[in-house]
């Protein structure tokens, strides 16, 4: 099967089943503000010193979270191949975000490489010569789905207060605790 077209792509990303991101309720008193990763096994919130895995997080839990499904998994194939340095597929993975009036560049800053976080997959070796020819784009796919579900099964997103809505009841909690404090 080859993957010559985003619509081709997308129908081949749906049949691995990656699961969405879990969201959680930021809770008061116990979870920082500061950043959204929280590891599921250890269940705790887990401290990225690094501002493009914040960005993701924020990504994700902010500026996507009420978009279409198919740009969300457009930008997680997309953070993959830029964590990896794969630029062959970005001509083909800008159709949805061009779709829904984003653009590839307005994601993270220019020298930005770690995009997502640790994940248990993440030392599986694959050449990225391998992975960047244009023969290869099946197999691009199944190591990025395979990513982000490792992603989604050990990691949760917390909305932190950054990312929500400020006038939602969830945000007017967390300013009255903030005002007690």
């Known amino acids: 099967m ?5 619509n081709d792509i ?23 503000t500061s950043t959204p990763w929280f590891k599921k096994n ?7 010193n690094d501002n493009p895995i914040l960005d993701t997080g924020a ?18 194939i997309f ?22 009036k984003e653009d590839l ?13 640790y994940h248990s997959s993440i030392n599986d070796y694959y ?9 290869n784009v099946k197999m691009v796919i199944d190591v990025a789905a395979q990513a982000w579900k490792d992603i989604a099964n050990e990691w949760a997103l917390i909305i932190i207060p950054k990312y929500m809505d400020v006038d939602s009841e969830e945000y007017n909690e967390y300013y009255e605790y903030r005002k007690k404090m």
């Open 2 to 6: 080859k993957l010559k077209n985003w």
């Open 10 to 32: 997308y129908e081949y990303w749906i049949s691995k089943a990656v699961p969405n991101m879990t969201f959680m309720r930021f809770e008061y008193g116990k979870h920082l």
């Open 42 to 48: 250890g269940q705790s919130q887990f401290y990225y």
């Open 59 to 76: 990504h994700l839990a902010g500026h996507l979270k009420q978009k279409p499904q198919e740009l969300i998994d457009a930008y997680k």
């Open 79 to 100: 953070a993959f191949l830029r964590s990896r340095e794969l630029f062959n597929l970005y001509g083909i993975i800008e159709e949805p975000f061009k779709k829904n």
């Open 105 to 117: 560049s307005d994601w993270w800053g220019a020298g930005a490489k770690k995009i997502i976080p």
């Open 127 to 135: 050449d990225n010569r391998i992975l960047n020819s244009p023969d």
